[in-house]
């Protein structure tokens, strides 16, 4: 599934978006930059990850690598001009388009918030998990993490995963766009300031671009 403001202008918008509990968070936020990005003239592409949402692959089949393969194949199926990578996205974003990590993710944050998690519900369930137990379990058959399913190469995957801005790609840290990260929130939710400032800055980024 792809959701897109695709009106055929020059300056074309690939969103990597955030991964897992994030993504649910983050989403309304996702959709309110793109909103604005259109309004200033700029076509916006965001297309699920394998196994995500609409997909119809299986999840736990999935590696980084493949994911990474999948949004540089869509980059260029779609004709992007550049990059947008929010959170996580940042580990799969194409490198060779020019754009901006958005608070990038590194792999081994995302594991630990999602072992966290788990461990803090089983302990609530009078279960006993430790993140060390469980990621040893995950690098041999997998986990299934805040209802996500992610199999065992993704896991070793994530655990040294690093973003790596390419050429011509600039990182945007949270503290730009004031406020605490959305993904910070219990529930998913929406700040119209932020989005506002997030998508002022990609707009002024590319004016200065082009002089």
């Not at 076509?43 to 540089?72: F, K, R």
């Not at 070793?156 to 840290?173: K, W, Y």
């Amino acid at each position: 599934m792809l959701l897109a403001f695709d009106r055929g202008r020059p300056v074309r918008v690939l969103v990597c978006p955030a991964w897992f509990d994030e993504a649910n968070k983050l989403r309304r936020f996702t959709v309110e930059v793109m909103r604005r990005l259109d309004a200033a003239g700029i076509d916006t592409l965001l297309p699920d990850l394998p196994g995500c949402n609409e997909s119809l692959v299986s999840l736990p089949l999935q590696t980084l690598a493949w994911w990474h393969s999948a949004m540089t194949s869509a980059a260029e199926m779609l004709g992007a001009t550049h990059v947008l990578a929010i959170r996580a996205g940042a580990l799969v974003a194409p490198p060779n388009l020019p754009g901006w990590h958005y608070a990038a993710q590194t792999g081994p944050k995302l594991l630990r918030g999602l072992l966290r998690a788990r461990t803090i519900a089983a302990h609530e369930a009078g279960i006993t998990e430790t993140s060390e137990d469980l990621i040893a379990l995950g690098r041999e058959s997998g986990l299934t993490l805040g209802g996500w399913s992610i199999g065992a190469a993704m896991i070793r995957e994530l655990e040294t995963a690093e973003p790596v801005l390419a050429p011509g790609q600039s990182a945007i840290a949270q503290s730009t766009i004031d406020g605490a990260g959305l993904w910070l929130r219990t529930e998913p939710d929406d700040d119209p300031g932020q989005a506002d400032r997030l998508a002022a800055l990609i707009v002024r980024s590319l004016s200065e671009a082009t002089g």
